[in-house]
């Protein structure tokens, strides 16, 4: 008769705990993404209080004239960067001369060609990327003007190949991030997201996309639709595009991520036909630009829920100061602004009590300083 083979005990126990550690893995990887998504919303909200720019510089170049090339003043980014623009330049001593580009492809390389045509000391490019015009930004190269950028590409800094001098963002990549960290966090690792996005802007389509990207580490998380709609057409498209998605998803639409919060100003009338209260799902979270119309939503808490907003005063002031260096043959200054994030918590910090991402940092004085005014 033969003998049983016995699996000693020690055996036994190894083998369940390694099966109970395979089980608990997935949720610990998942508690520990919840933990960091949770992180990085309390360092995005915190107040912006110090001074972390230029204090070095070229004096102020005297009676400069310059042209901002605006891609469309429909824009509440692209017009609150312009005003910082020409409060800068008051400051400076500077003309400057705003020129629309309605929105459309046609319409930028116009503005772009009367900008080249009128033959400035500098030229700023609002919120459009150098992709789209080629052939524009080659023939500012060539003329020699300096081309400060704002938004006009993925990452901030020169681009030598766009003869950019340089490009006024923060880093889309942090945005998105942080913007998607917040949805993690708040729907607890759980989260069914409608992303909204416009592909004929570069910039746009990589920031949805990484905010894409953090949704699917999610474990517990969806991306239920993936929406490419042109911004400049949101009053008319956005809201049958609302209740067609809420016809689709229901109940399962908990969040929504937007490249700005320009796709959010149309949903209301929408969501409240279906019977969506406004401090309830979805939830809209918004990876630029702090619009006023956004900073008011988020205040009364109808409908959106936090935006995570450019500085587009601080950068106005921020891209004189860049075409300054540029006017004096130095580099660019190498600061990036901090991404913050912007909710019902601390909407009043900031600039916030005016609707708008201010950051209380005497940022006018600095660079005041820096140019010796």
């Known amino acids: 008769m033969k003998k049983k083979s016995v699996v000693p005990a020690r055996t036994v126990a190894a083998a369940v705990l390694a099966l109970c550690a395979a089980a608990l893995a997935p949720k610990a990887m998942a508690d520990d993404f919840l933990d ?96 789209e015009q080629k052939a524009a930004f080659s023939g500012a190269a060539k003329s020699g003007i300096p081309l400060v950028g704002w938004h006009s590409g993925e990452q901030p800094g020169p681009n030598d190949k766009a003869g950019l001098f340089a490009n006024v963002t923060t880093v889309t990549d942090d945005v998105a991030d942080v913007a998607a960290s917040w949805v993690v966090a708040d729907s607890g690792g759980k989260a069914g997201v409608v992303i909204f996005t416009d592909s004929q802007y570069a910039i746009a389509l990589y920031k949805a996309r990484a905010m894409e990207a953090v949704i699917k580490k999610c474990g517990g998380c969806t991306v239920l639709s993936f929406e490419d709609s042109p911004i400049s057409e949101s009053s008319t498209r956005m809201p049958q595009l609302t209740t067609s998605l809420l016809q689709r998803f229901g109940d399962k639409w908990t969040h929504s991520l937007a490249i700005n919060d320009l796709y959010f100003d149309f949903m209301g009338p929408s969501l409240t036909a279906a019977g969506k209260k406004g401090d309830g799902s979805p939830k809209a979270v918004s990876a630029g630009d702090g619009s006023e119309a956004a900073y008011q939503r988020i205040r009364t808490q109808r409908y959106q829920a936090g935006t995570v907003p450019e500085p587009l005063n601080m950068q106005g002031w921020q891209i004189v100061d860049e075409l300054n260096r540029a006017f004096a043959k130095e580099k660019w200054s190498g600061y990036v602004p901090k991404v913050h994030l912007v909710t019902a918590g601390n909407v009043g910090k900031d600039g916030g009590p005016k609707n708008v991402f201010d950051p209380d940092n005497g940022y006018r004085t600095q660079y005041k300083a820096v140019w010796g005014k």
């Open 36 to 131: 960091a998504a949770k992180k990085k919303v309390e360092i995005a909200t915190m107040t912006k209080e110090k001074w972390d720019g230029p204090t070095t510089g070229p004096k102020a170049a005297a009676g400069k004239t310059i042209v901002f090339v605006a891609g469309d003043m429909k824009n509440g980014g692209i017009v609150g960067v312009s005003k910082g623009v020409e409060e800068a330049a008051r400051a400076i001593g500077w003309t400057v001369r705003v020129i629309d580009g309605q929105g459309t492809v046609s319409g930028r390389t116009a503005a772009l060609n009367q900008a080249l045509a009128v033959k400035p000391a500098g030229i700023v490019v609002g919120g459009f990327d150098t992709t």
